[in-house]
Every structure is written in C-alpha cells, then in structure tokens.
C-alpha cells in the first residue's frame, strides 16, 4: 500500500482565498483524522471520520474550516476565507478502529497563508 | 477534558549520552502509543504499550507504561544523531475513545 496521501504537499495562497485540501487515506481503515501542526500550538486533532461519518469536530477551528469525507478513500479539508494566522502543516491520518489502533500519517501539506 | 503532557519540551544531549522523556496523562489510559517526527516529516508510529507497568524494548529504545496506567517514558541509551526528532507519546481514555497526543519533546544530538 502507498500509505496515506496527501496533496498538495505545498499550498502558498493570498489571504482571503479558498484552500482546499485532500487526502486518501489506506485502504481499509475505517478512521480518518485531521490534524494540524503549529510551533506554538502543536500537533492538534481538527475532526475525525468513521465510515465517512464526522465523529467529532470540536477542534475544528471556526466556521471558515470545513471537512468531508464523500466516500472512504476521499477526504477534503477547506478553510474559506484563508487567513495568514491558518499556516501550518497540515496532517491526513488514517487507522484500521479507533484508540487501540496506531495511526498512519500522510506527508502533510506544508500552508502558507500571506 | 483529558490531557496529556511530556517533559521536557526540548533536550539537547551529546552524542552517546542517554536521553528521556516522560509523559503524563491526567487520565487512566486504555494504552500508550509512541510516534517518532524527524524534523521535516511526518509522525510514524513505533510502539503501543497496553497492560500495567509493561516494558517494551526496540533496540536501544526502552518504552515503560506506568502501573498506574497514567504515565510512560521512553529512554534511548547511547544516543545518535539518527535520534534527532520530536517524540510524541499519545493514548485514549477506552480503546473506543479518540486519542489525545501530548506536545511532544523536541531531542537534538550534538555528534
């Protein structure tokens, strides 16, 4: 399997724009998280899928951040309007059940907002 | 809410000196599992700790969950520059619940 992946590895965008950002996760996890990762804030959990289904959303930053997850090997997440305080390092991770399980990170994508 | 934390935040150690880190959670955990973020990459997972003062070695890694199921270490001996990284240790409340990362600890490795 080619692992978690995720694109664009760079996103270099002006404030006010949409981003989206895409991930596919391995074949046969049930669970697919978002993560982002800051010097100040580190790694913090955004929202995670079940079987395609947001099981919680409560890191999910504010109302500009959104996510979907229209089929298991798919998953976008959109920040509408950008702003320069959004870059970070932005993580896909994906895991055959929840807790127990380890979790696969894709290479992340790199997102600058100026 | 749960939380879980690590010290320390950063450790600089010469080249084969031994190093830890120590994590801590403010709840029972169900397990502790160890990731590995070389600087500029992605976190990998390494280990998972599951039963009551378990003790896991990887080489010259040592993985120890606390009896209390509440705290782990992880101890490298003779340290090398292929260390270099930030270690994240991470756990759920119940096998059924989300796990929570702690901040991480950032080690450098002066050859």
């Known amino acids: 399997d080619a692992g978690v992946i995720q694109s664009p590895r760079h996103e270099v965008t002006e404030m006010g724009q949409e981003v989206t950002l895409r991930c596919k996760p391995i074949?046969?996890?049930?669970?697919l998280f978002w993560y982002r990762q800051t010097m100040m804030r580190g790694l913090e959990l955004l929202i995670y899928?079940?079987?395609?289904?947001?099981?919680?959303d409560s890191g999910m930053p504010e109302d500009r951040f959104s996510a979907k997850m229209p089929n298991a090997s798919f998953s976008t997440l959109k920040i509408q309007p950008s702003e320069p305080r959004d870059s970070a390092v932005y993580f896909c991770?994906?895991?055959?059940?929840?807790?127990?399980?380890?979790?696969?990170f894709g290479p992340g994508t790199r997102l600058t907002v100026t | 809410g749960q939380q879980v934390m690590q010290i320390p935040q950063y450790q600089h150690v010469q080249e084969g000196e031994d190093f830890t880190t120590y994590c801590n959670s403010s709840?029972?955990?169900?397990?502790i599992q160890w990731y590995k973020q070389r600087p500029g990459g992605h976190p990998v997972f390494l280990i998972q700790?599951?039963?009551?003062?378990e003790v896991k070695k990887q080489k010259r890694l040592t993985f120890q969950f606390g009896e209390a199921k509440k705290n782990s270490s992880l101890h490298i001996t003779a340290t090398q520059t292929t260390d270099v990284g930030t270690y994240f240790c991470?756990?759920?409340?119940?096998?059924?619940?989300?796990?929570?990362f702690g901040p991480g600890t950032s080690l450098s490795v002066i050859p």
């Open positions: 991770a994906s895991s055959l059940r929840q807790g127990a399980y380890e979790q696969y």
């Open positions: 074949s046969g996890h049930d669970y």
């Open positions: 899928f079940n079987n395609n289904v947001p099981i919680d």
């Open positions: 709840t029972t955990l169900s397990n």
């Open positions: 700790l599951v039963k009551s003062g």
């Open positions: 991470a756990g759920p409340k119940t096998s059924y619940d989300k796990v929570i």
